[in-house]
DNA sequence: CTAATAGTGTCTCTTAGACACTATAAA
DNA sequence: TTTATAGTGTCTAAGAGACACTATTAG
């Protein structure tokens, strides 16, 4: 343990949306320490492969996970010495967002958890985790982060299901709908419409080209209801 | 250059208002790479000495500068192999944010500089210096941090320039002492007054206990004029 | 008296939140 | 016909921005 420099890794907090409940993709862990245990995908550099830490975030996502997310961040630099038994360790966390279908498509090493009921993770997982849900609903609040939780089409009243998981609280339909008009965001997929649901079809959107990658955001709350 | 994991360091941009005009702290690099030149402070872990990153960071502002500031933040983490010409390596950067009488103590291998004057630095420093400077201002528009650039006495006028700084736009004086009212951050200082001046005395004041650390968030644009 | 900053109220406009009914399809 | 969701307009209240004059001190 006399390494002048400490280790170096990455951990990523995934999230997704599964019947309407925020879900955390784990792995399970195949060494020590904690080996067997689910813990977030995570890995080292490769500064063979990698040429920076976006990435690296990007292939550890894949090879750990399977997925290629269309929303990567980074979140924050987690180090210390009692991160990790093994000593001074350093882990630069970001977080990734995908829609259920995506989510789907993970590999069978590969485990979501709702949340909430997430109590214990090895290391300072936990925190991350913690980090990482916070981070999300505060964007959630102020920007269109949600719509990265869509598949390609979907109808309004899914979005809005969305943002209500991840602000935690109903919002008002028309104020709700005001604010994405404003927001010149999506587009109506002309023709598409839900159908077989037993009720009243919707209207399908997309979010318009160029639009993703970059946030909108806006100084509203969304038209929560008041608690 | 086989080194299987990247090496660690801290860099900090401390910032100041000198003169009306923000001011980065720089110090002049005493080895290669980049020796003599004007970069960053910055430093690596002490394993030995630091139990997280924010005390690494707080150690390395310390010793690089002379210079303890109550505010200290984590920035962003910058790695890639094309940062150092060394190779491989993982930059977790920091802000700090002092006043402009504990900018007059740093050591004398310290040098400020107005942030607009620098335009070339050594490694990526320059973005980094970009990414803070982005931050310190966004944030400025929405909390109390440029409280953190005040002695422990000063007047609204003299809070009121410092946001004018950060945030480069006048503001309206009215407006900006409503929301500084509204926030409840701020205690009068009895019978301290400014003086001597040649014009109406000022009330002093200061941070109100405990309200320090914590910043003070709101949702307003400060009174900021329209462009 | 002049110069320079401190200090103080009100109006208006924008914006967010609250609210209820009709429309449409499947079973 | 029932059930379930889609879709649509307006009012109101709160908050932010804009604005002009008097007060006080030094020189």
Do not use: C
Request: proline share 5%; hydrophobic share 40%; aromatic share 6%.
């Amino acid at each position: 343990m006399k390494a002048a420099t400490p280790v170096v890794s990455i951990d990523i907090v995934l999230l997704t949306i599964l019947d309407g409940v925020l879900h955390v993709g784990l792995t399970k862990r195949e060494r020590e320490p904690f080996a067997g245990q689910l813990a977030l995908p995570g890995g080292r550099f490769d500064i063979e492969k990698d040429s920076d830490e976006y990435d690296a975030a990007v292939r550890i996502l894949r090879e750990k996970t399977g997925v290629t997310s269309p929303y990567l961040e980074q979140l924050q630099t987690f180090a210390g010495a009692n991160r990790d038994p093994r000593g001074w360790t350093v882990s630069i966390a970001h977080f990734a967002i995908v829609h259920a279908k995506v989510a789907d498509t993970a590999d069978a090493r590969f485990t979501w958890r709702p949340v909430e009921s997430v109590r214990t993770l090895p290391f300072d997982h936990a925190r991350i985790l913690q980090a990482a849900v916070t981070r999300v609903r505060t964007k959630s609040l102020y920007s269109s982060l949600p719509v990265h939780l869509m598949p390609e089409m979907f109808t309004l009243g899914q979005l809005q299901a969305a943002y209500e998981v991840l602000v935690g609280s109903p919002l008002d339909k028309r104020s709700f709908r005001r604010r994405m008009d404003e927001l010149e965001l999506l587009v109506e997929v002309p023709g598409a419409v839900t159908t077989g649901s037993g009720h009243r079809p919707a209207q399908q959107y997309r979010v318009k080209d160029g639009a993703l990658g970059h946030l909108a955001v806006s100084d509203s709350n969304l038209g929560r209801k008041a608690a």
